[in-house]
Every structure is written in C-alpha cells, then in structure tokens.
T-cell receptor, first 112, second 114 residues
C-alpha cells in the first residue's frame, strides 16, 4: 500500500528564512507526486507536481527516489506562504482507488 | 466555468439525521471523489467515481453512500449521521485521460453532527 508521511504537523519560520517541508513516501513503483496548498479561507489547489520540475511561487520540490522523498523548499519565506501544505502520491498504474493518497499535512506559519 | 461547486457550505445535523452533500462540476471530468479533512488526519478518500454509473469505495467509506447518474453530479449521502462524521468534506474532480492531471477541489462543506 502506498503511504505518504509528513513528519511535521506545524512548522514556524521567520520571514526571509529558508523553508523545507518534508515528505517521504512508501511505494514500490514510480509514483506521481504532488504538493497541494490550502491558504486560509481558500480551497485546496495544486502547487506543483514532480513531473513538471517547475518552480511555483518560489517553491521547488525534487523527487529523490533513493531516499523516497519529495521535500518542498523555498530559499526565502514570505508571509503569504503561510498555509496548510499537503504532499500527495498517485499510483499511475493503479486501477483501484484512483484518488490521491495525501499526507496529514504541515501547517506552515511565516512569522514577520 | 464554475469548476467544482459544493453545497451547502455549512451544515449542522443531529445524530441519526440523514442528508446529502451536493457536488457538481462543469469541466466534463470523468473522475470525481469525496474526501474528508480532519485535524491531524489529513485528507482521506471516502468514495470515488471513474465515470457515470461507476463508483467505488475509498479509505473510509462506512456511513456514506454515493451515486453517479450523470458526469456532472456526484452527491454524498450520510445515511444516519454520527458525531464521528463531524468534519470538513471536499469534493474533487479530474480528467483521468491526462497524465499527472491535477485535482480540482470544491470549496468544502463544514459539517457538525451533534
């Protein structure tokens, strides 16, 4: 069974400091990995996906198959980054539950 | 396009009452799903559907029913509400035909069962 672990429920950093939200997964194949974000009073939305190798709002995430990790990083945190962040995994070959498996989420607070 | 629309936004029920959470999408997505969001538990899949007439159970299906009579609508029914079903519910949809396609989420329904 696929699993996603976000070890930190809460992460608080000062504005301008680097941010790293950890995500580790358990999956036997080649997963599809995503980061979703939920800003206050807004709906969940996709932040980035590993296949795109993109940088969104200054965030990047690299898939490390050796460490089975997909950590989300930003070199300089901004106050508007405060939000709930969810790491998610999807089995591209799965014919069962096609839904994403989400981690439990990390609440990121950026202090001024 | 309105995207994914959920109603109601808030609901309070008494134990034993039944109700239906509505979800509609106007993007012609095949895949639709329901999640519940609980503190410290993240998002957990309740039920999902890969097309009209096809539904299946997710991780936490007990106490919930779904149906998919049209591509657009995917209602979630609570048969006999229990306090353990107090949660925030999210409906989501995606186009399964596209590799790595993202989920589009509704704005959520906050449900309290007393």
């Amino acid at each position: 069974a696929q699993r996603v672990t976000q070890p930190e429920k809460l992460l608080s950093v000062f504005k301008g400091a680097p941010v790293e939200l950890k995500c580790n997964y358990s999956y036997s194949g080649s997963p599809e990995l995503f980061w979703y974000v939920q800003y206050s009073r807004q709906r969940l939305q996709l932040l980035l996906r590993h296949i795109s190798r993109e940088s969104i709002k200054g965030f990047t995430a690299d898939l490390n198959k050796g460490e089975t990790s997909f950590h989300l990083k930003k070199p300089f945190a901004q106050e508007e980054d405060s939000a709930m962040y969810y790491c998610a995994l999807r089995d591209p070959l799965g014919f069962g539950a096609d839904g994403l498996t989400f981690g439990k989420g990390t609440h990121l607070i950026i202090q001024p | 396009n309105a995207g994914v629309t959920q109603t109601p936004k808030f609901q309070v029920l008494k134990t034993g009452q039944s109700m239906t959470l509505q979800c509609a999408q106007d993007m012609n997505h095949e895949y639709m799903s329901w999640y519940r969001q609980d503190p410290g538990m993240g998002l957990r899949l309740i039920h999902y559907s890969v097309g009209a007439g096809i539904t299946d159970q997710g991780e936490v299906p007990n106490g919930y029913n779904v149906s998919r009579s049209t591509t657009e609508d995917f209602p979630l029914r609570l048969l006999s509400a229990a306090p353990s079903q107090t949660s925030v519910y999210f409906c989501a949809s995606s186009d399964r035909q596209l590799l790595n396609e993202k989920l589009f989420f509704g704005s959520g329904t906050q449900l309290s069962v007393l």
